[in-house]
Antibody
Framework: QVQLQESGPGLVKPSQTLSLTCTVS??????????WSWIRQPAGKGLEWIGH???????NYNSSLKSRVTISIDTSKNHFSLILSSVTAADTAVYYC??????????WGQGALVSVSS | DIQMTQSPSSLSASVGDRITITCRAS??????LGWYQQKPGKAPKRLIY???NLDSGVPSRFSGSGSGTEFTLTISSLQPDDFATYYC?????????FGGGTKVEIK
């Protein structure tokens, strides 16, 4: 079955770079049917779409984060990654990776808590 | 950006109640809307896509309707497993945007 799993440091210092990877199993990231997405949720708050990437490497980002976000994909390893630069405390959140099937997010990772603190 | 306004932000209801949650878009989004259920400490789960289509395995007590700017999620007979937070998501245009959420609590 399809599974997504986030991994990466749980603590990042202010002004540094947050880096997460989402490992996908049960489906190939080479599939032309899906986009591979990142979504975040600060504690006790709502969901914010960060951006997503297609198998070709084409990306779409939320304009609110666009200057600081890079999403990349490695289809040979069947994973995709998120880099968020110049982080502040406001970037503390649970970060989810998810599969976008053009009508929404049908599979999600369990989420990774990333705290920004010195 | 398209703003998604959900109401109410929270509600209290009893098992067996019929409840309705509304999502309004700041501009027309055709039927490009989904509904998600999130329980504490868990990832959201999609219930409905394209405004009114039930995802596989989702109980038939859930239903969605609407198009354009106004959408509703209805639970016909609330069950204990349904107490959660519900979000709408528009995917008509970038950036994809979620509603603020509706927390459904036990009365």
């Amino acid at each position: 079955q399809v599974q997504l799993q986030e991994s990466g440091p749980g603590l990042v210092k202010p002004s540094q770079t947050l880096s997460l990877t989402c490992t996908v199993s049960g489906v190939s990231t080479r599939s032309g049917s899906y986009y591979w997405s990142w979504i975040r949720q600060p504690a006790g708050k709502g969901l914010e779409w960060i951006g997503h990437i297609y198998t070709t490497g084409s990306t779409n980002y939320n304009s609110s984060l666009k200057s600081r976000v890079t999403i990349s994909i490695d289809t040979s390893k069947n994973h995709f990654s998120l880099i968020l630069s110049s982080v502040t405390a406001a970037d503390t959140a649970v970060y989810y990776c998810a599969r976008y099937d053009r009508v929404g997010f049908d599979y999600w990772g369990q989420g990774a808590l990333v705290s920004v603190s010195s | 950006d398209i703003q998604m306004t959900q109401s109410p932000s929270s509600l209290s209801a009893s098992v067996g109640d019929r409840i309705t949650i509304t999502c309004r878009a700041s501009q027309g989004i055709r039927k490009d809307l989904g509904w998600y259920q999130q329980k504490p400490g868990k990832a959201p789960k999609r219930l409905i896509y394209a405004a009114s289509n039930l995802d596989s395995g989702v109980p038939s007590r859930f239903s969605g309707s609407g198009s354009g700017t106004e959408f509703t999620l209805t639970i016909s007979s609330l069950q204990p497993d349904d107490f959660a937070t519900y979000y709408c998501l528009q995917h008509n245009s970038y950036p994809l945007t979620f509603g603020g959420g509706t927390k459904v609590e036990i009365k």
